[in-house]
T-cell receptor, first 114, second 116 residues
């Protein structure tokens, strides 16, 4: 099993640019989660999906952030326009139904907005 | 809503010494509890989890944790620290609310340093 795959691993962009982060969950997993990790705020849940449907997006910081899951094997997190305060490591995680809520994390995307 | 408090943002031990990382939780219903480890520039990896079976849970790399309901604690221990244990450790809580809530709530993490 390849695990959760995220791309790119590193992204450097300028303020105002659009950023798209990508995630491929583990095959067969029903849940997909997007997190943001910073020194100041720790690990924050942004949004999660069940069977491709967004269930809870209360952690999305503002309208500049959007997430989609067009099919069971792909999700995107988009920031438009990006700001320096969006600099963080973004993690995707997936979870199968019935595994006691255990989540499997990807390696993360380190985003730097200049 | 559930919450987690990790006592001590940074713990330093000598190689071979006991490792003790503290976690207290708050939950109005029986919780699921987890410890994850994060090595530098990597994602989180599950160490162990408690899901209402045995209160003493054994995980990977020689770690274990004990669920104590009376103390609302789930502390992580390892008898003898190894240099490779240096990492950040996260405690997390979740509840099984009839299949509608699969969120994990994470603590702020404890950075473990192992000195030679």
């Amino acid at each position: 099993d390849a695990g959760v795959i995220q791309s790119p691993r590193h992204e450097v962009t300028e303020m105002g640019q659009e950023v798209t982060l990508r995630c491929k969950p583990i095959s067969g997993h029903d849940y997909l989660f997007w997190y943001r990790q910073t020194m100041m705020r720790g690990l924050e849940l942004l949004i999660y999906f069940n069977n491709n449907v967004p269930i809870d997006d209360s952690g999305m910081p503002e309208d500049r952030f959007s997430a989609k899951m067009p099919n069971a094997s792909f999700s995107t997190l988009k920031i438009q326009p990006s700001e320096p305060r969006d600099s963080a490591v973004y993690f995707c995680a997936s979870s199968p139904w019935g595994r006691d809520n255990e989540q499997f994390f990807g390696p993360g995307t380190r985003l730097t907005v200049l | 809503a559930q919450s987690v408090t990790q006592l001590g943002s940074h713990v330093s031990v000598s190689e071979g010494a006991l490792v003790l990382l503290r976690c207290n939780y708050s939950s109005s219903v029986p919780p699921y509890l987890f410890w994850y480890v994060q090595y530098p520039n990597q994602g989180l990896q599950l160490l162990l989890k408690y899901t209402s079976a045995a209160t003493l849970v054994k995980g990977i790399n020689g770690f274990e944790a004990e669920f104590k309901k009376s103390e609302t604690s789930f502390h992580l221990t390892k008898p003898s620290a190894h240099m490779s244990d240096a990492a950040e450790y996260f405690c997390a809580v979740s509840v099984n609310s009839g299949g509608s809530n699969y969120k994990l709530t994470f603590g702020k993490g404890t950075l473990l340093t192992v000195n030679p």
